[in-house]
Structure formats: structure tokens, C-alpha cells
């Protein structure tokens, strides 16, 4: 599967849009871009796929352009229990067998 | 709920001695995941079974091993734990290879 590759960290504040982008410059005509969230001493949560243009849920947005290199995870208005890890990672939509691999996240700390 | 469940959530061995961790579900998902997370990390993958059909990936040591023994359960025999082998320790499932994948809670492995 391609790499991806996010910021290591950001910072917000409550209330505030947060935009976390992830850059996919390889990414294959079958990978689906999935997005999810990793609070301290728990296990991840699927937040949002997409495939391409724009994909919302009651989470976040996925902005994903044309050409598929890049996504963009938003959060609206962050509280501080958004403060967690998020992982873009690329999901290969074929027959094999092929699980998640995870890249090295983005740490988002949302302060008061 | 339908859920994973990770059984310790801590546990505590000495150097060399094997331990077993156990992952259930009640979601009846065909496709059970173990992965490693170090301190700091991402999540790693050690291996999946899709139904009884064990895979393994190319880089997990031998000191790791599992079994599922029927649908809702799958077990993590760590043979001769090294100090390198503390971990948080996540178990994941999805009702196909291609699926979101659900994870437990996680079962953090402490080594003496």
C-alpha cells in the first residue's frame, strides 16, 4: 500500500475548526482513504472513508481533490475530548487479503 | 452492545514466561486481528485469521502465535516474553478483509 504522511502534532483550541491533512502521493485508483481516531490506553475508532470529492457523517469531513494525493479530515468546532490521535491510512478495495497498515498519526491537543 | 472485549486489560509476566491474551466479540465478524502498539507508536500488525484461515505477516517473530478456537474467540501466546515485547496489545475484528475493523479496548503487557 502507498504511504501516507500527516503532521506529527497539532494544536487547537475549543471551539475552533480543525483541519488535519494527509499526503498520499502514490495513492492507487483502488485505495479507499480511512480516517481513525485513537484516544490514550484505548483501541482505534473508524471515523470516516472516503473516496474521493467530499464525504461527511455526523463526525467529521473528508475533503479529498481531483487528483486523490492529499486528504483533508475536519473537525468542527473541537472540544477537549477531541484531543487523540488520528490516522490516515489507505484501504485497498481488491481481492487479497490486506489488512490496515497504520502510519505515524497526528496528535491533536485541543486546550480550553 | 455487540462489542471486542480484551481480557486483562493489564497483564504482568516475568522474562520468559508465557502468557496468553485473549480477544472476544460478539459481533460474529469472520476476521479477527492482533496488533502490537509500543509506547508512542503506531499500531502494528502481527497477524489475522479470517474464519480458521490463519495469516501471518512477514516480519511478526516466532515467539508470537495465535489461535481461534471458534468464531467469537481468539487468543495471543506470547512463548518466551522479552522486555522488547511490552506492549499495548490491541485486538480488532470486521466481518470481511475489506471491512472497518472494530477494536477492543486493548490488553497493555507489562514484562519483568
Known amino acids: 500500500l502507498a504511504k501516507t504522511t500527516q503532521p506529527i502534532s497539532m494544536d487547537s483550541y475549543e471551539g475552533q475548526e480543525v483541519n488535519i491533512t494527509c499526503s498520499h502521493n502514490n495513492i492507487a485508483t483502488n485505495d479507499y482513504i480511512t480516517w481513525y481516531q485513537q484516544f490514550p490506553s484505548q483501541g482505534p475508532r473508524f471515523i470516516i472513508q472516503g473516496y474521493k470529492t467530499k464525504v461527511t457523517n455526523e463526525v467529521a469531513s473528508l475533503f479529498i481533490p481531483a487528483d486523490r494525493k492529499s486528504s483533508t479530515l475536519s473537525l468542527p468546532r473541537v472540544s477537549l475530548s477531541d484531543t487523540a490521535v488520528y490516522y490516515c491510512?489507505?484501504?485497498?478495495?481488491?481481492?487479497?487479503?490486506?489488512?490496515?497498515?497504520f502510519g505515524s498519526g497526528t496528535r491533536l491537543q485541543v486546550q480550553p | 452492545d455487540a462489542m471486542v472485549i480484551q481480557n486483562p486489560r493489564y497483564q504482568v509476566t516475568q522474562f520468559g514466561k508465557p502468557v496468553t491474551l485473549s480477544c472476544s466479540q460478539t459481533?460474529?465478524?469472520?476476521?479477527m486481528y492482533w496488533y502490537q502498539q509500543k509506547s508512542s507508536q503506531a499500531p502494528k500488525l502481527l497477524f489475522h485469521y479470517y474464519d480458521k484461515d490463519f495469516n501471518n505477516e512477514a516480519d511478526t517473530p516466532d515467539n508470537f502465535q495465535s489461535r481461534r478456537p471458534n468464531t467469537s474467540f481468539c487468543f495471543l501466546d506470547i512463548r518466551s516474553p522479552g522486555l522488547g515485547d511490552a506492549a499495548m496489545y490491541l485486538c480488532?475484528?470486521?466481518?470481511?478483509?475489506?471491512?472497518?475493523?472494530?477494536f477492543g479496548p486493548g490488553t497493555r503487557l507489562l514484562v519483568l
Open positions: 480488532a475484528t470486521s466481518r470481511g478483509d475489506r471491512d472497518t475493523q472494530y
Open positions: 491510512l489507505l484501504r485497498r478495495e481488491d481481492t487479497g487479503r490486506r489488512a490496515l497498515t
Open positions: 459481533l460474529n465478524h469472520n476476521v
